[in-house]
């Protein structure tokens, strides 16, 4: 490895210029223009059944518009991300959101002419060799068609939502460029952007971490009237969209989504209530004593427990990562190397960056690109190792048809949860000293937290708030009540001060594309813990198997990828009971070594 590398990302390889790209102008003029030219086919087509080839020009036309897609796309949420103040990638949002309303509009169109074919020429059509790889996403599309308005009336919502509905996210990424946080910093007063300022709600020490919650949650009050109107609209279009569809679960479309029952989610929550919520309350009172505190406060769940925190350097975090990556997978490895040297991610920590972090896939250029705030901490090092495991995953199914290279968020999470495992566990077997493994465990129980409290509190404030919201608006006031509410539920009263405003902070409330943001982590995190376990039980050759996973993810629903790979029944407790216990099992190694 070398010993530093850029904390810039290179755009320039993809469309040189950024917002102002003539090339990427020109790509999605040629992308409108197919999209154009296929749906102007559909509608034309009348009322028949199409034959076999002419399904087949379809769909080879379709996977091909939707690859340009998500490459336009991938470039616009690259460039809005790493300045937003870039009104040029702010309109180009729109285009690409227009783009894919057209493309939508076509697909329900597409979906519509599958639903139309009779059995037995369905069944001919899908034994066609060079639709071997698409069989069930063409029976499932064929399927969704039945349970959608007519393609005229979807094509309507399409196009009001890219004002209403998507203009809303958009609406809520403007209330976030508004917050400036004051502070002070060795002498010297400077504005932070909400993802420099975030960074400071887990310092090693106790009076920033207090003196920035206490201005954090100042800065979100002062725009929580804008950002309940942006929740408020996205909620209610979609309530309306459901009950026009004749939807009476808001759940349905999430879990569609993801490929997932209402079965398995249940067990999932079951398992985590019953079976992890005890242990990680002993953690949470036992790092508590560390901090000198009765109970932990919201903004010291993710503080170091060591008074001081060294700085893990870039390029140091980038060697930890590759070489615990090289210990289970070299391809894992290579990817990783690969991403450093080229310059896929963005980690500088500057003003003006939108908050948070992603991996967003580039399909034609088969390569990835990462957007973070690097500001060396170990928390930033395994987010780094969390988006380098998307990364992983898009690079398995980048041979694969368009159509299956969209997998679902809740295994996506399981590729990146299993990567920020894999650098954790390298870590830990290194450790030498007490403090060490202190630290080391004190972070992968901040993840046990994360995943089986705070998502938890967020997936019961938007079912209630979904609830809530079918009667009416809800104000601030009240979605503060509910925030609190399902943090005090999910947290068993552990902790004792709460975040009301978070419904406000948390970007995935207002994101577009998929609906209840959340569940989806904690069934990556548990699914990913018991692929650790296999791959310990296994050895190296679990890594060819876990490989034929994440190709698989995209072409089988969760229950029969578990089967299939796995042999376990995920809408049964028992899976889920041993995945929360193995994830919660540190608790006691913690409690050991704070004893000794």
Request: charged share 25%; with cysteine; aromatic share 10%.
């Amino acid at each position: 490895m070398k010993d530093t590398y850029s904390l810039k990302w290179n755009l320039e390889s993809l469309f040189p210029g950024g917002s102002s790209s003539s090339e990427y102008s020109a790509f999605v003029d040629e992308t409108d223009a197919m999209a154009a030219s296929l749906l102007s086919d559909l509608r034309g087509s009348g009322d028949g059944t199409p034959d076999a080839s002419k399904l087949s020009e379809w769909t080879g036309k379709l996977q091909a518009s939707l690859a340009r897609l998500r490459e336009a796309d991938a470039f616009v949420s690259c460039v809005a991300s790493q300045d937003m103040s870039d009104k040029k990638a702010v309109a180009w949002s729109e285009r690409v959101q227009t783009l894919s309303a057209k493309l939508k509009q076509a697909g329900d169109l597409y979906d519509a002419k599958l639903g139309a074919v009779p059995d037995e020429a369905w069944e001919q059509w899908t034994r066609e060799e060079v639709l071997a790889d698409l069989r069930y996403l063409l029976g499932e599309r064929r399927e969704s068609a039945k349970d959608k308005l007519p393609p005229a009336l979807e094509a309507v919502a399409s196009e009001l939502a890219v004002d209403g509905y998507h203009g809303w996210g958009e609406h809520y990424n403007t209330v976030v460029g508004r917050i400036s946080i004051p502070w002070e910093e060795d002498g010297e007063s400077k504005n932070l952007s909400v993802s420099q300022a975030s960074n400071k709600l887990d310092d090693p020490n106790p009076d920033v971490r207090s003196a920035m919650s206490a201005k954090w949650e100042a800065a979100w009050a002062g725009q929580a009237d804008l950002a309940s109107d942006a929740l408020n609209r996205l909620a209610g279009f979609r309530l309306k969209l459901y009950g026009m569809r004749g939807w009476d679960e808001p759940l349905r479309e999430p879990l569609r989504m993801n490929r997932m029952s209402r079965a398995t989610l249940d067990a999932m929550w079951d398992a985590v209530v019953e079976t992890g919520v005890e242990p990680l309350k002993k953690y949470l009172s036992l790092k508590a004593r560390l901090l000198g505190k009765e109970k932990l406060s919201w903004h010291d769940i993710e503080a170091p427990i060591a008074s001081s925190q060294a700085k893990i350097p870039y390029a140091e975090a980038a060697e930890v990562i590759t070489d615990a990556f090289s210990q289970f997978s070299p391809n894992m490895a290579e990817l990783a190397r690969t991403a450093f040297a080229d310059s896929w991610i963005e980690a500088e920590d500057r003003a003006g960056k939108r908050p948070g972090g992603f991996c967003t896939h580039f399909p034609l250029s088969m390569m990835s690109r990462i957007f973070m705030t690097y500001s060396g901490t170990p928390g930033n090092v395994s987010t780094l190792a969390h988006e380098l495991g998307h990364a992983y995953h898009d690079s398995m199914v980048k041979e694969m048809p368009p159509f299956a290279q969209d997998y679902a968020m809740n295994v996506a999470e399981t590729a990146s949860t299993f990567a920020e495992a894999l650098v954790s566990d390298a870590l830990l077997r290194r450790a030498e000293s007490k403090e060490e493994k202190l630290a080391l465990l004190d972070d992968r129980l901040q993840r046990a937290v994360a995943f089986c409290m705070n998502i938890r509190a967020r997936f019961l404030f938007e079912t209630r708030f979904y609830a809530a919201r079918a009667s009416g608006m809800l104000e601030a006031e009240g979605l503060n009540e509910l925030m609190v509410a399902a943090q005090k539920e999910a947290y068993d009263e552990s902790l004792e001060g709460w975040h009301p405003h978070f419904w406000a902070a948390k970007l995935h409330f207002y994101l577009t594309d998929v609906p209840f943001y959340n569940f989806p982590y904690t069934f990556g995190y548990l699914f990913s813990t018991g692929l650790v376990a296999v791959a310990e039980r296994e050895g190296p050759s679990f890594s060819e198997r876990y490989d034929s996973l994440l190709r698989d993810t995209g072409t089988m629903t969760v229950e029969q990828l578990a089967k299939e790979h796995l042999g376990a029944a995920l809408d049964e407790p028992a899976f889920w009971r041993e995945a929360v216990a193995r994830s919660v099992a540190d608790v006691e190694a913690f409690a050991q070594l704070i004893e000794s």
